[in-house]
Nanobody, 116 residues
């Protein structure tokens, strides 16, 4: 069984920074893509950033230039450095992973609240 455990969420003022971490554990042969989604109240879950096995990266337009995704392959951990946070970044942030057989896994979510 695979588990994704997020940490690093919290309350921050607009303009501030937070760093999210997500560690994967369990029966993992190899990972393909790791990333972050978010879901604000009343809105659909959306992709924030993703990083592929070879290092390719995608960002949502709304976070480009402010958020940075990175991964530690040895630790099977993905990070999301969030700078210049805005109130519209307030959401539950979910870690996601696709392994090489193509199975999709979610973390339990961590709340990020940005006060204006």
């Amino acid at each position: 069984q695979v588990q994704l455990v997020e940490s690093g969420g919290g309350l921050v003022q607009a303009g501030g920074s937070l760093r999210l971490s997500c560690a994967a554990s369990g029966s993992i042969f190899s990972t393909n893509v790791m990333g972050w989604y978010r879901q604000a109240p009343g809105k659909q879950r959306e992709l924030v950033a993703a990083i592929g096995r070879g290092g390719s990266i995608n960002y949502a337009d709304s976070v480009k230039g402010r958020f940075t995704i990175s991964r530690d392959k040895a630790k099977i951990t993905v990070y999301l450095q969030m700078n210049s946070l805005k109130s519209e970044d307030t959401a539950v942030y979910y870690c996601a992973m696709i392994d090489n057989p193509g199975n999709f896994y979610w973390g339990q979510g961590t709340q990020v609240t940005v006060s204006s």
